[in-house]
C-alpha cells in the first residue's frame, strides 16, 4: 500500500497553507510502489488500483441501468457511440474505462440529462494509478512542465505504436484490456498541447533515447518524426543531451518539475517500480535549478532538431 507523507494520492498536491509541510522542514511526498507508470520501467501488479475501481464499475451499472430504461440492446447502443456490443459490455461491467468524448455520446444517446457527463472527471482521474492520480492533475493545472527523461521517451510525447511497443515488453506481461486502459489514458494526457492558454513545455532526451529501436524500426522511425513536430509547436523546446557530454547534471535520473499558476513547482519521479510526488517547496526549487542546469548542457533545440532529423535520415 502505498506511503503517504503530507498529500494524498488522489488529492491535488500541496493544498496546506503555502505548500509546505507544517514546519517540518521534511519533504513532503506520495511515494507508491506502482509500476512504472510513465516511463515503463517497473515490474509487478497495482493493488492499490482496486480503490478507484469501484468507480468505473458504479458509472458502467448506471449506463447499463439507463440503457435498459431505453429499450436498447447492447449492439445497437454501441452503434450510435460506435462502439462494439463487446466494448459496451467491457464498459458496463467496469472492465474498460470510456473517454470523456464517448460519456458524453452516451449521455445525449441515453437521455440522461447530465446524469453521466457528472461522472466525467472520476472515471477520467480512474484511469491512472492511485500514485499518479496527483500528478495527471497537475498536468491540467500547469503552467510550465519541464522533464529530463534517459530511458524512454517520455510519456507525454509517445506515440501510440511507440507507447504499444513498450507496454508490450512489460514483465510479467500486461493483459490487453490494461494495455488498451493505459495506451487510452497516455493519450488523453497530450491535451496538454493544444490547452489554451498554452502552458510552457520543455524536454531533454539523453540521445541514446533516440537510438533504441523499441518495436522496430518503423515505431522509432514514427516516433521521431512525431518529436519533429511536437517541437515546432511554439510553447514547446525539445533538447538533446548528447551521450559524449562529459557533464550532465542529469545522473540521478529522470524527473519532471510542474509549476502551478500560483508559482509551486511539484517534482515527479519514477524508478525500478516507485513513483514519487514530491510537494516539499524547497525540493521543487532545487529540481528546476537542476533542470537548468541539464538544459544548458544539452545541445540547443535548433541543434536537437538537427540531431533528430540526422538519426531519421539514418533509420
Not at 57 to 63: E, I, L, S, W
Request: aromatic share 6%; charged share 30%; proline share 4%.
Amino acid at each position: 500500500m502505498a506511503e503517504r507523507e503530507g498529500v494524498e494520492a488522489g488529492a491535488v498536491p500541496g493544498q496546506r497553507e503555502n505548500g509546505d509541510d507544517g514546519g517540518s522542514g521534511a519533504a513532503a511526498a506520495v511515494v507508491s510502489l506502482g509500476d512504472g507508470w510513465d516511463n515503463d520501467d517497473g515490474t509487478g501488479q497495482r493493488p492499490e488500483d482496486q480503490a478507484t475501481r469501484g468507480v468505473v464499475v458504479a458509472f458502467g451499472q448506471t449506463m447499463k441501468t439507463l440503457r435498459m430504461r431505453e429499450g436498447l440492446e447492447r449492439e445497437e447502443f454501441g452503434r450510435r457511440l460506435g462502439y462494439s456490443a463487446s466494448t459496451i459490455a467491457s464498459f458496463e461491467q467496469g472492465r474498460r474505462i470510456p473517454t470523456p468524448r464517448a460519456i458524453e455520446r452516451a449521455d445525449e444517446v441515453l437521455g440522461a440529462g447530465g446524469l453521466l457527463c457528472l461522472w466525467k472527471e472520476q472515471v477520467e482521474r480512474a484511469q491512472y494509478p492511485v500514485f499518479f492520480q496527483g500528478m495527471a492533475r497537475l498536468e491540467k493545472e500547469a503552467v510550465e512542465l519541464v522533464a529530463y527523461d534517459t530511458l524512454v521517451v517520455k510519456g507525454l510525447l509517445q506515440t501510440e505504436e511507440y507507447m504499444r511497443a513498450l507496454l508490450a515488453m512489460r514483465r510479467p506481461p500486461l493483459d490487453e484490456e490494461t494495455v488498451e486502459q493505459r495506451v487510452t489514458a497516455r493519450l488523453a494526457r497530450r491535451d496538454i498541447f493544444d490547452r489554451r492558454p498554452a502552458p510552457l513545455l520543455s524536454f531533454v532526451l539523453d540521445e541514446a533515447i533516440l537510438r533504441r529501436p523499441y518495436g522496430g524500426k518503423s515505431v522509432l522511425r514514427g516516433q521521431l518524426e512525431h518529436l519533429v513536430l511536437i517541437g515546432q509547436k511554439r510553447n514547446v523546446e525539445i533538447q538533446v543531451m548528447p551521450i559524449d557530454r562529459e557533464d550532465n547534471a542529469g545522473v540521478n535520473g529522470p524527473f519532471t518539475v510542474v509549476t502551478r499558476k500560483d508559482g509551486k513547482k511539484f517534482v515527479y519521479a519514477e524508478a525500478q517500480g516507485v513513483g514519487s510526488l514530491q510537494t516539499d517547496p524547497e525540493q521543487g526549487v532545487l529540481a528546476a535549478a537542476r533542470y537548468g542546469i541539464i538544459r544548458s548542457q544539452a545541445l540547443s533545440p535548433r541543434e536537437s532538431l538537427e540531431l533528430i532529423e540526422g538519426v531519421l535520415g539514418s533509420l
